[in-house]
Structure formats: structure tokens, C-alpha cells
């Protein structure tokens, strides 16, 4: 059915012979690219055989570097002439009798106050939060979007569960009335699904298109250092901001959506197990409360053990700079197992804070995955109790 949907023919260009085909995600359908139907025939083709360089497409044209670049540096500079472009405010004066005034001041008189432009300093700093916002802001709310339906349909389904068991507990019920239920938990669970896969192609794409600006930005940025300048910016520094503080960035574009989302999610359940099970909810509440502080604590000492990470892994980068600069005179000395053992030395105690965070990340990850069985079974025993208290 989606391939008898008509879509835009490609506009024909001459493509040369080390030039890629375009990609079929510009001339799909709305439906194609929503069950991603135009993959089909690199799925078919690495079926077939071993995938080649020659069997890849192009990218899409909004995700060149050269596309991207081009509107981040149009919104950077726009920031950057903002923070920096000096401001005139009007200043009084006073004027005697004795001073010189300017042919363009008209109606000079003794005791009459002039007005004058003084220029200001720059006003505040480039904030470059805003130049992705203004950038990237439309992919950004197309994945919030999709994710906002993603949660609204996961509430969904527990509510047909349970008419699918009151039908099944009821007999008087038509028949047809069960297949219709079957149907909506199809068809909801099969929304949910394609609303989750296109919110994390949406907030992939937002998160390589951020990195792709921002390792340009920084690239150009390198090219024009004064001596000043490189003195206090390593390249170390500068290759760590290209190929690690950027890729933080484009991560945060998948899990930023948390900020706003998981309130909403805490809420509605909240909500709808109270509807449920009456106040006995608290008590999962309460569980989570008192793992908050724990993960809140493991949060804090990750934080700071990545900062350490990286300073270590700007001293190592530093100095492996250093050994490959110098590599001549290293070798007419025969330094090299000094300067080996130095470089070690620091990866040590880097490898050492990564080994500590990742039993931090541990204790984090089975804390939350034992969470729902804690709030789960404190929960059910809350709620069995109150019944019998009930009866009683």
C-alpha cells in the first residue's frame, strides 16, 4: 500500500562518478518516512551481499556540515554582534563659559545641559544556548512532540487492559465488543511504537547536527588563534572540546526531554493509581523519596569524578602533544622511556577514575532497576493491608 502512495520525483542532477546517489529519505512520503518504508532497499541489498561504500546513499541535504555550519555561524554571529558591538547611552553635561563646543551643538548657552554619547563596554557574554536554540529549535520541538504522544499512549493501555478483563469477567457482554478491545490494544501498542522510534531519530539527528556545528565552529575558531591565545588553548584541549564536550552535547539532545517528561509521567501515574488504589500509593511514593537521596549522592560524586577525568585526559593529551612535537630531540636523547613512563603515569590515574565511576554508574543502574520491584512489593503489601483493616 505504501509503495502505491505517490511521492515527488528527485529534481535529476549530473552527478559525477566519486559523487553518492541521493538519499531516498528526500523524496519519501509522509507515510514512507514514518515506517521508514524507503529503507527497504539498502535492507534488500545488505541482504543480498556484504554492504559496500558504493551501496551507501548521500546525506540528506539539511544534515550536510555545510548546511548546518552555515545556519549556526549565521545565529553565532548574531550573538556575537549583541554581546560585542559597543553601546552609546546619552550622558549630560554641563557647559560653561569658557569651553569649547562643537559646531553640530546648536543653542549653546552658558548653564545649558548637552547630551553626549558615551560608549559602554560589552554588555554580556555570547550565550551559545541561545544560537543552538535558534538553530535547531524546530527538530527539537518535533521530537518533544513525539515523545509528549509517545507517554499520552502508554497510559493508554493499561486502561484497555482493564476493559478487556471486565469483558472477560462478564458474560452478558457481545462478542464483538472483545474484538474491538484486541483491536485498540493493537493498534495503540503499534502507535506507541512508531512515535518512540521517530522521537529517537529525531533527537539522533538533533544531536548530530548540534556536533556538527559546534565541531566546525570550533575548527574555524582554531585556524585564527593568536599566539596569545594558543598559548592558553592547547591542542589537546581543542581536539578534547571537538570530539568530547561536543559529543556530551549532541547525548544531552536524546535525554533533555527528561526534564519536562518525567514530572508528567510521575504525575499521571500517581494520579491514576490513586484512582486505583486509593491512598496506599503513597507508600511507593515514599520508596521513591527515600532513593532519591542515594542517587542524588552517586549523581554528584560522578560529577566530580568526570571533571577529574577530564582534566587527566587534557594533561595526557597535552603531553602526548608535546612527545610528538619534540619527537626529534626525544629520540637523539633517547628519552623515550621517561617520557613513556610520565604519559602512563597520568593514563593511570585516569583509567583509576574511570574505574571508580563505572562502580558508581553500577550502583546508579541496579538501584533503579531494583527500584520497581521495591515500590512494586511495598506497595501491594500497603494496599492488601489496608483491604483487611477494611473487612475488619
Not at 541561545?130 to 529549535?137: D, G, I, M, R
Not at 515514599?286 to 549523581?299: D, K, Q, R, S
Amino acid at each position: 500500500v505504501l509503495v502505491l502512495i505517490p511521492e515527488p520525483l528527485p529534481t535529476p542532477v549530473h552527478r559525477g562518478e566519486d559523487e553518492r546517489r541521493a538519499c531516498p529519505e528526500e523524496r519519501a512520503s509522509f507515510l514512507s518516512r514514518l515506517t521508514w518504508w524507503w529503507m527497504n532497499g539498502l535492507v534488500w541489498r545488505g541482504w543480498r551481499k556484504v554492504l559496500e561504500d558504493s551501496d551507501l546513499t548521500d546525506l540528506n541535504e539539511v544534515d550536510k556540515s555545510q548546511k548546518v555550519a552555515a545556519i549556526f555561524n549565521k545565529n553565532w554571529k548574531q550573538e556575537l554582534h549583541k554581546a560585542c558591538a559597543p553601546t552609546s547611552v546619552p550622558i549630560t553635561r554641563y557647559v560653561t563659559l569658557n569651553e569649547d563646543v562643537s559646531e553640530d551643538v546648536q543653542d549653546v548657552t552658558m548653564g545649558v545641559h548637552l547630551k553626549e554619547p558615551r560608549p559602554l563596554p560589552r554588555r554580556r557574554e555570547p550565550s551559545l544556548l541561545s544560537a543552538l536554540v535558534k538553530s535547531f529549535w524546530q527538530p527539537f520541538l518535533t521530537s518533544g512532540v513525539f515523545k509528549l504522544l509517545t507517554d499520552l499512549l502508554s497510559f493508554v493501555n493499561p486502561f484497555i487492559l482493564k476493559l478487556m478483563l471486565d469483558f472477560a469477567s462478564d458474560g452478558t457482554q457481545q462478542a464483538w465488543l472483545g474484538y474491538v478491545y484486541a483491536t485498540m490494544f493493537f493498534v495503540t501498542a503499534i502507535l506507541q511504537s512508531l512515535c518512540l522510534h521517530q522521537y529517537y531519530n529525531r533527537a539522533l539527528t538533533l544531536g548530530m547536527r548540534v556536533r556538527t556545528a559546534l565541531i566546525a565552529a570550533i575548527y574555524n575558531k582554531s585556524l585564527c588563534l593568536s599566539n596569545l591565545a594558543r598559548r592558553s588553548s592547547t591542542v589537546g584541549e581543542i581536539v578534547n572540546m571537538m570530539s568530547v564536550d561536543s559529543q556530551c552535547l549532541a547525548d544531552l539532545c536524546t535525554f533533555i526531554h527528561f526534564l519536562w517528561f518525567a514530572p508528567l509521567q510521575v504525575f499521571l501515574t500517581i494520579l491514576f493509581l490513586w484512582l486505583t488504589m486509593g491512598p496506599s500509593v503513597f507508600a511507593g511514593v515514599g520508596v521513591m523519596i527515600l532513593l532519591t537521596p542515594i542517587n542524588a549522592a552517586v549523581a554528584y560524586f560522578t560529577e566530580k569524578l568526570q571533571i577529574k577525568q577530564m582534566t587527566y585526559k587534557d594533561t595526557r593529551t597535552k603531553l602526548t602533544n608535546e612527545v610528538l612535537n619534540g619527537i626529534k630531540v626525544i629520540k637523539l636523547y633517547a628519552w623515550e622511556i621517561p617520557f613513556q613512563r610520565i604519559i602512563m603515569a597520568v593514563r593511570g590515574q585516569e583509567l583509576g577514575v574511570l574505574r571508580t565511576a563505572a562502580y558508581l554508574s553500577a550502583i546508579i543502574a541496579s538501584t533503579w532497576t531494583c527500584a520497581p520491584f521495591f515500590v512494586r512489593a511495598w506497595l501491594h503489601h500497603c494496599f492488601n493491608h489496608m483491604i483487611c483493616c477494611t473487612i475488619t
